[in-house]
């Protein structure tokens, strides 16, 4: 049974949830993973619930759109808590993920990625 924090570690801007909103149109039931695995790590996957196994370690971040949000438990570790925004962008998803085909992707933004240019 994945793991589930007490306190919602992500949430998702309008236009992430515009576009949860329409791919529940074709998938009503849904969920989220953010591995870190090889492919783009800041791209959360987006899932048929039923059609991907959670893992007993992956961690529930909590919900968005409805929709639970999982994590691995190494990635959670490493970032120490996280506060993860989902966001939606053009372009193409995942391979493998319910946003591909859509123009439009999930992308997570968090502070602990965040990067500073100075001019």
Same mark, same amino acid.
């Given at each position: 049974?994945?793991?589930?924090?007490?306190?919602?570690?992500?949430?998702?801007?309008?236009?992430?949830?515009?576009?949860?909103?329409?791919?529940?149109? &074709?998938?009503?039931?849904? %969920?989220? @993973?953010?591995? =870190?695995?090889?492919?783009?790590? #800041? $791209?959360?996957?987006?899932?048929?619930?039923?059609?991907?196994?959670?893992? &007993?370690?992956?961690?529930? %971040?909590? @919900?968005?759109? =409805?929709?639970?949000?999982?994590? #691995? $438990?190494?990635?959670?570790?490493?970032?120490?808590?996280?506060?993860?925004?989902?966001?939606?962008?053009?372009?193409?998803?995942?391979?493998?993920?319910?946003?591909?085909?859509?123009?439009?992707?999930?992308?997570?933004?968090?502070?602990?990625?965040?990067?500073?240019?100075?001019?």
């Amino acid at each position: 049974m994945p793991k589930m924090k007490e306190k919602s570690h992500v949430q998702a801007t309008q236009a992430a949830l515009d576009l949860i909103a329409d791919i529940r149109r &074709d998938h009503p039931d849904i %969920l989220f @993973h953010q591995s =870190g695995g090889c492919c783009d790590g #800041s $791209s959360p996957m987006c899932y048929p619930a039923g059609e991907f196994m959670i893992g &007993d370690s992956d961690v529930l %971040l909590g @919900h968005i759109g =409805g929709a639970p949000f999982y994590i #691995s $438990s190494a990635q959670f570790e490493a970032w120490q808590s996280p506060h993860l925004v989902v966001d939606a962008i053009p372009g193409r998803g995942g391979m493998f993920s319910l946003d591909n085909g859509r123009e439009r992707r999930f992308l997570l933004v968090s502070d602990i990625c965040a990067v500073s240019i100075d001019k």
